[in-house]
């Protein structure tokens, strides 16, 4: 089993940045995949980050690449989310996943095989 624990939402203006932290413990090692997804109000759940086991790959969302960046410390089992120049759009709660067994760049909600229980991020315009 995996447990996963989420921190960093909260309240933000237009053009704003957070950063979300994501510690994840019980059988997670560094070999497993991390990421993130988001679920905004009357919205489906939709795939915003991934970066592999060792970090070399990273993996975007069209919505926010070149505004987020993902990165991720192996010695903390912690993945972390940068958010910059935040909008209206990116209000939701964003929830933590690790993949263990699916390929690599696939990003899917069927792909996740645990989930954090996710931390809310509000951006006022």
């Known amino acids: 089993q995996v447990q996963l624990a989420e921190s960093g939402g909260g309240s933000v203006q237009a053009g704003g940045s957070l950063r979300l932290s994501c510690s994840a413990s019980g059988r997670a090692g560094s070999t497993y995949a991390m990421g993130w997804f988001r679920q905004a109000p009357g919205k489906e759940r939709e795939f915003v980050s991934g970066?592999?086991?060792?970090?070399?790959?990273?993996y975007y969302a069209a919505p926010v690449k070149g505004r987020f960046t993902i990165s991720r410390d192996n010695g903390k089992n912690t993945v972390y989310l940068q958010m910059n120049s935040l909008n209206s759009d990116d209000t939701a709660v964003y929830y933590c996943?690790?993949?263990?067994?699916?390929?690599?760049?696939?990003?899917?909600?069927?792909?996740?095989?645990?989930w954090g229980h996710g931390t809310q991020v509000t951006v006022a315009s």
């Open positions: 996943v690790v993949k263990a067994f699916s390929p690599p760049d696939v990003w899917t909600a069927s792909s996740i095989d645990y």
């Open positions: 970066i592999s086991w060792d970090g070399g790959s990273t």
